[in-house]
């Protein structure tokens, strides 16, 4: 009897010098764990180039309206959701120099309001003579394009757009331009030459029921009815820091002039070694009531934050994931067009 019992001593004994290491191990392991994913209160997931690129895209396909037209039909005018006319001829498009016969696809982009220049990074930024960038005040954004069975159409002669001036402002002196993407993916605004001096194919025309922009333009692709806002003060350049982890790829810094709705300035260049965006061209005015915007993305969602600000010299403006929330697309673009 006294051997069974010292066989069982010696084995609880064993079992519980077993369960000892266990637990020991068990430890180590969860405290490795812990520092390996220790994030030091910034746990959410930082967003890739794709995946920031990809939420745009969506907002972009959101904003697409498709029409067909037949060539038999001859000239035809398209009405946009927001009540913008669109003349095309089909004698005025060819296909690799021929003339095309049956239907023809039409894909057609109109953007009008801040918020919805922010979700499709369409920003109003303006090449000025020097080269430099600087805020356009829009009359709308324009995209149109044409193909046939996926074939590109080549334009031979002009389109015509009529925009009714309560989408956006009624503004005198405004041009058509031509939007061309940079080296970085930025959207930058090319003035459209007029030989003869005029406004590059736009005039504005009252009417019994409002007044009309009437845009006349060769080209498919983007186009843009703006003119350059008019500031003759003082002006600067300004500097934003945005949370680690977040940069040029995943992320963008925009500009709200308070007043200016229907325009979305950006911070266009990225610095790596500081981690600050910048516009760099020394375009902003000071004492400008504005709102600054940080925007990225989060599991299919946008995370962003508004600061109101007012311009001053060479400031730095500092973003912390704190100040940020994480909504839809619907509410990052009512959240901008609700800014003064």
């Given amino acids: 009897m006294k051997n069974v019992n010292l066989l069982n001593r010696k084995k609880n004994v064993i079992f519980q010098f077993a369960f000892l290491v ?127 069975n996926g074939q590109q159409l080549t334009l031979n002669c002009g389109m015509n757009l009529r925009i009714p001036t309560h989408l956006t402002n009624e503004e005198n002196d405004m041009k058509l331009w031509n939007g061309e993407m940079d080296e970085d993916g930025n959207l930058e605004w090319r003035e459209e030459n007029d030989p003869t001096g005029g406004q590059g194919g736009v005039f504005l025309e009252q009417g019994a029921n409002g007044s009309t922009y009437y845009a006349f333009f060769n080209n498919f692709g983007w186009t843009n009815v703006d003119k350059f806002y008019n500031h003759t003060g003082p002006k600067t350049q300004i500097l934003a820091t945005v949370p680690a982890g977040y940069n040029f790829d995943n992320s963008a810094v925009y ?9 979305l300035a950006k911070l266009d260049t990225y610095d790596a070694t500081t981690g600050q965006f910048s516009e760099h061209y020394g375009q902003i005015p000071i004492g400008l009531a504005c709102h600054i915007i940080f925007a990225t993305e989060e599991n299919g969602q946008w995370r962003y934050a508004i600061k109101p600000v007012s311009i001053t010299a060479n400031t730095i403006y500092n973003f912390t994931l704190g100040e940020t929330i994480v909504g839809t697309e619907a509410q990052l673009v009512a959240a901008i067009n609700a800014l003064p």
């Fill in 22 to 148: 266990s637990l020991i191990v068990t430890l180590l392991i969860s405290c490795e764990k812990s520092d390996d994913n220790d994030c030091n209160g910034d746990c959410n997931p930082k967003p890739t180039a794709a995946e920031f690129e990809a939420i745009r895209e969506d907002a972009l396909i959101g904003m697409t309206q498709n029409f067909q037209l037949n060539v038999a039909n001859g000239l035809t005018t398209f009405t946009s959701s927001n009540g913008v006319e669109i003349d095309i001829n089909p004698a005025c498009l060819s296909l690799n120099g021929n003339a095309v016969t049956g239907l023809i696809d039409i894909k057609y982009i109109e953007v009008f309001d801040g918020g919805s220049m922010l979700v499709t990074d369409k920003t109003t930024m303006g090449v000025l003579p020097t080269g430099d960038l600087a805020m356009l005040i829009s009359g709308g954004e324009f995209y149109i394009n044409a193909t046939q």
């Fill in 255 to 263: 500009l709200h002039y308070d007043g200016e709705g229907n325009a």
